[in-house]
């Protein structure tokens, strides 16, 4: 399921062209919580990874 392919419900647009406000203001949504997913989803990884390795390394020694 793509978010290319949503239509808007005021217009029957899809909502990547933005043809009307509600499309813009849905596009403009999407994209942002696309971008803070991912950076938000990589620095959790991250702690994990960094946590996991504090503590192989603790037991090691
Ligand atoms: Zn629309």
């Known amino acids: 399921m793509g978010r290319q ?9 899809l909502v990547i062209e ?4 509600t499309c813009r203001a849905s596009r403009e949504y999407l994209r942002r919580n696309s971008v ?3 950076p938000q989803l990589l620095l959790a990884i991250l702690a ?10 603790r037991h090691a020694t």
């Open 5 to 13: 392919d949503l239509v808007c419900a005021r217009c029957s647009g």
């Open 18 to 21: 933005g043809r009307c406000p």
């Open 48 to 57: 994990v990874v960094m946590v996991l390795t504090a503590l192989a390394v």
């Open 36 to 38: 803070t997913l991912s």
